[in-house]
């Protein structure tokens, strides 16, 4: 007995020593790609601008400059007026600063980011490790399913649904997310499926490890790179859809500041009164431009390709 003890006590050290030099291993690839990420200037830039959108859109009560003007608010006297002190970027058609509803617009845009990654991504990651993992009818029927939702353009399809539902932010975000994890189901039983047949995977197995911890703890910190990169180019994805359903009213519904819904209401007052139009535009410009020199870079620091 004391010897199947010490046997015993060896191979708990031995499996602890081992998890330590891979924990190891793991933070010095991290510290590597921070160095080569902060190497990279238009990487920082991107991670610069969506800091600073992110904490604009968090102290959004406590910056901008007519925070009542995010809701129902009118003040038409000052309708239509240009960039000025009082109002950097001027006044829409009934008064509001659009500096501030820019600030708080971008609230509602980084929150469809949040919910429909947040669903997506989680989704269509356990969905790809089963497929890539199990392999066989699993497989088949999972990816079957995937390849029917991706024939489905998500525009056509958070149109179709936004226009059976009702009109709403929530619905929305539900209907973009309804397609969102697709891609990623695809991008990790592809990754899965290579990493399937893997040593370590092997030992893990005959190890007697489960297949739920095989594919948790020992495949998907291997995906863990293409999964942030594909989630970073996402959000510039979302926001776009997100704002192009404003922008036709079946998305952010008025007086809720939607970055599409004030573009749409703009351009009926072009081009004399462009600053109504063109700031809000310019606002979607900066912050999806910012996730994709984010995403251009981390996708360049963890050297993975990933298409869409």
Do not use: C
């Not at 926001?239 to 970055?259: K, N, T």
């Amino acid at each position: 007995m004391s010897t199947e003890t010490a046997d015993t006590g060896a191979e708990a050290t031995s499996g602890s020593v081992l998890d330590a030099v891979v924990s190891e291993q793991r933070r010095e690839l991290w510290a590597r790609a921070w160095k080569r990420f902060i190497s990279r200037p238009m990487s920082v830039v991107g991670l610069a601008i969506i800091i600073v959108v992110v904490a604009s859109a968090i102290l959004a009560p406590y910056i901008a400059p007519y925070p009542q003007h995010a809701g129902k608010f009118t003040d038409f006297a000052n309708a239509l007026q240009g960039p000025s002190v009082a109002h950097p970027l001027g006044t829409d058609h009934i008064g509001r600063d659009i500096l501030s509803r820019i600030l708080f617009g971008y609230r509602l845009s980084l929150m469809m980011v949040a919910v429909v990654l947040g669903f997506g991504v989680p989704v269509g990651v356990v969905l790809g490790l089963v497929a890539g993992y199990y392999g066989g009818w699993v497989e088949t029927i999972i990816m079957r399913m995937t390849d029917t939702a991706l024939a489905l353009p998500p525009l056509v399809m958070a149109l179709a649904i936004t226009s059976a539902l009702q009109p709403t932010l929530w619905n929305a975000m539900l209907a973009i997310a309804a397609l969102w994890w697709t891609w990623h189901t695809r991008l990790v039983q592809s990754i899965v499926s290579s990493e399937r047949n893997e040593e370590y995977v092997q030992a893990a197995e005959l190890s007697g490890a489960g297949p739920v911890h095989i594919m948790f703890r020992e495949i998907l910190p291997n995906t863990l790179s293409p999964i942030l990169v594909k989630v970073t180019l996402d959000a510039g994805f979302v926001i776009l859809i997100g704002a192009g359903l404003s922008f036709i009213g079946v998305g952010v519904q008025p007086p809720r500041p939607g970055l599409g819904t004030m573009v749409s209401q703009g351009t009926g007052y072009l081009p004399d009164s462009w600053w109504f139009a063109v700031f809000p535009g310019l606002a979607i410009f900066v912050l999806v431009m910012g996730f994709n020199m984010l995403g251009d870079g981390l996708r360049d620091v963890f050297d993975v390709e990933v298409n869409r």
